[in-house]
Each structure stands twice: as structure tokens, then as C-alpha cells.
């Protein structure tokens, strides 16, 4: 079993349209949660932090459920520039981070 | 503006060529990471360093090895370059203390994309 595991789509939505992603892990200690976010023939940059509480930035919504080992990314009101793969990154601790293998979404006009 | 950059955006080499990645970052970032991502595979931690002269094996160290000589440079060495290297090679760098979650970022460079024939 992967140590993270997304859902590689594609998901194919049109704008305006509200998608979410899930990715599970697997080691029930890990300590912090990101979501990145990779254009293609690009390098992933921070998208944003998942807190155990939810955090929330503009259109987007990221929620932790530690109970289910599972981290979600919520985005509203798609736009054409959402358009990328978006990865699930997991840090069980110290160094180590391991990024899952990333989601498609596509966008349509 | 934190800047990784990296020393070929492409880089084709035959089997057995010794190959050298360069990654340089100018944040004064204390960690630097060399990741390979494949198709499916997602991003995979080759090696990283914590300070000058030290560094750690990640996931898949086998067939790789690493110098840092200077904080800013971090370089990926092939000893002996194989059809099964071929891949995107991506540097990243970031601060050493993570503190509150949220403050954590992996700055990553443009990449490299060898191939190995």
C-alpha cells in the first residue's frame, strides 16, 4: 500500500463547477498536511496548509480527518486557471515528506 | 523571492556517462532536496542535506550520490548513468525549522528532464 494515495483523475469539470479531492495516508503519526499545486511542465508550488481545525483561502477548502487518515481539497466556483495537478503531501515527522502522485483537474470553458 | 534554480532544463547522456545536476538556491535555506518524479510515482526522495558536507539517503538512493560543499549548491551525481534514470529531476530547498504548520514551504526549481539512451 502507497504511503499516500490520490485519486489521479482526470477530473474534467466545467467553470464554475465545485470539485473536491481526497488522499488517504497511511501512517497514522504523521504530523503536517499540504496540498501543492503543479501547472504542467512546472514545478509544485505551496497551494496551501491543511489544519486540523479546516482552513479555508478564498475559493478553496482544505479538511483534515485524522480518524479516517484522510486530508481533502475543496474548490468552489472552478476557473479555467485552476487547471493543474494538485499533489497531497504528508510529513510523518523530521525530514521525511512524502508527496503523493498528484490529481489532474481540468477546467472547461 | 525565493529562487532554486537549476543547471539544464534538458540533458540527454548515453548508458554509463557519469552525470552531474547542479541546484542552487539564494533563500540561505539550510535544507535541500533532490527528488525524482515519474509518471504515477509522484515525487520521490532521492537525497537531502541539512547543512554544508552533511546528508541524508532518502527512498531511493541506490545509483545516486550527492555534494554539498557550499550552503546555497546542492549537486546529484549518476555515477553511471542507466536507462532506468531517465526521469524529471527536481531540486528543492527550505528552511530548517518547520515551527507552526503553515510555515513548512519546499521551494522547488524548474526540474530537469534526463534522458538516458
Known amino acids: 500500500r502507497k504511503e499516500v494515495e490520490q485519486d489521479p483523475g482526470p477530473f474534467n469539470v466545467p467553470e464554475g463547477a465545485t470539485v473536491a479531492f481526497n488522499c488517504t495516508y497511511s501512517?497514522?503519526?504523521?504530523?503536517?498536511f499540504f496540498w501543492y499545486r503543479q501547472d504542467c511542465r512546472k514545478e509544485p508550488k505551496l497551494l496551501m496548509s491543511?489544519?486540523?481545525s479546516g482552513n479555508e483561502d478564498g475559493r478553496f477548502t482544505a479538511q483534515l480527518n485524522r480518524a479516517s487518515q484522510y486530508i481533502s481539497l475543496l474548490i468552489r466556483d472552478s476557473k479555467l486557471s485552476d487547471s493543474a495537478t494538485y499533489l497531497c503531501?504528508?510529513?510523518?515527522?523530521?525530514?521525511?515528506?512524502?508527496f503523493g502522485a498528484g490529481t489532474r483537474l481540468f477546467v472547461k470553458a | 523571492d525565493v529562487k532554486v534554480t537549476q543547471s539544464s532544463r534538458y540533458l540527454v547522456k548515453r548508458t554509463g556517462e557519469k552525470v552531474f545536476l547542479e541546484c542552487v538556491q539564494d533563500?540561505?535555506?539550510?535544507?535541500m532536496f533532490w527528488y525524482r518524479q515519474d509518471p504515477g510515482l509522484g515525487l520521490r526522495l532521492i537525497y537531502f542535506?541539512?547543512?554544508?558536507?552533511?546528508?541524508e539517503k532518502g527512498d531511493i538512493p541506490e545509483g545516486y550520490s550527492v555534494s554539498r560543499e557550499k550552503k546555497e549548491r546542492f549537486s546529484l551525481i549518476l555515477e553511471s548513468a542507466s536507462t532506468n534514470q531517465t526521469s524529471m529531476y527536481l531540486c528543492?530547498?527550505?528552511?530548517?525549522?518547520?515551527?507552526?504548520?503553515?510555515?513548512?514551504?519546499?521551494?522547488f526549481g524548474p526540474g530537469t528532464r534526463l534522458t538516458v539512451t
Open positions: 528543492a530547498s527550505s528552511l530548517l525549522h518547520l515551527g507552526l504548520a503553515g510555515v513548512h514551504e519546499q521551494y
Open positions: 501512517n497514522s503519526a504523521s504530523q503536517s
Open positions: 491543511v489544519y486540523s
Open positions: 503531501v504528508v510529513k510523518p515527522g523530521g525530514f521525511k515528506t512524502i
Open positions: 533563500m540561505d535555506h539550510e535544507n
Open positions: 542535506s541539512y547543512d554544508v558536507k552533511m546528508k
